[in-house]
């Protein structure tokens, strides 16, 4: 039914053209071209799409961190090329989603593993492949995409704080551990760094 109304709507707009189509035989398309001439023909003007499709159920915030989560996990196994080089906040995220986590965990388990790829991996432009950097953050932070890099991490932590996934002491811990000391600057230096 979905080939006909296609065709219908194919052929109407088309003045019915017949074009040959690699994927329709010739046959197909002209049978289904004369189908649409017929008085018996469903227009597009007789479907009600909106209330013909059953509503999409509404994803809860839950359900959207944990889609995340499986997401990135995915992403990541994907991504690495010497999986002996996964770092343990993948297996970490892993096994909280294993264990059905609750979200305030899962969001810290993401977090961490977005810090982790970002500050161990390089990224592939074309294929996206991560292998281990040897990138040495503390003598090039006067590279703007380094500040970037890390402005963008801090953000992020902030963000999902501000949402409630995140208390404010975790943060404070995640950011000092995982990104302050990769810098080798103060906390205070560190903010100024970032404009704050």
């Not at 359900?63 to 994907?78: G, P």
């Not at 963000?159 to 000092?176: S, Y």
Request: hydrophobic share 40%; with cysteine; net charge negative.
């Amino acid at each position: 039914m979905a080939l006909v109304v296609f065709l219908y709507w194919f052929f109407a707009v088309e003045g019915f053209t017949v074009r040959h189509n690699r994927h329709f035989p010739t046959s197909i398309v002209v049978a289904a071209a004369a189908n649409t001439r017929s008085s018996s023909c469903l227009g597009m003007s007789d479907f009600d799409f909106p209330s013909a499709m059953p509503e999409k159920p509404e994803t809860t915030l839950d359900e959207k961190l944990n889609q995340s989560a499986d997401d990135f996990i995915l992403n990541m196994d994907d991504a690495i090329v010497d999986k002996s080089t996964a770092p343990p906040e993948l297996e970490a995220l892993r096994e909280a989603r294993k264990a059905n986590a609750p979200p305030s965990e899962i969001s810290i388990k993401i977090y961490e593993l977005m810090i982790e790829r970002a500050m161990r991996f390089d990224a592939d432009p074309d294929t996206g492949a991560l292998t281990p950097t040897g990138f040495d953050i503390p003598n090039n932070l006067e590279i703007p995409e380094v500040k970037e890099e890390f402005s963008h991490l801090y953000s992020y932590g902030m963000m999902i704080m501000d949402k409630g996934l995140l208390e404010a002491e975790v943060l404070k811990e995640i950011v000092i551990e995982r990104l302050i000391k990769r810098t080798g600057l103060t906390p205070e230096e560190f903010d100024k760094w970032l404009g704050y």
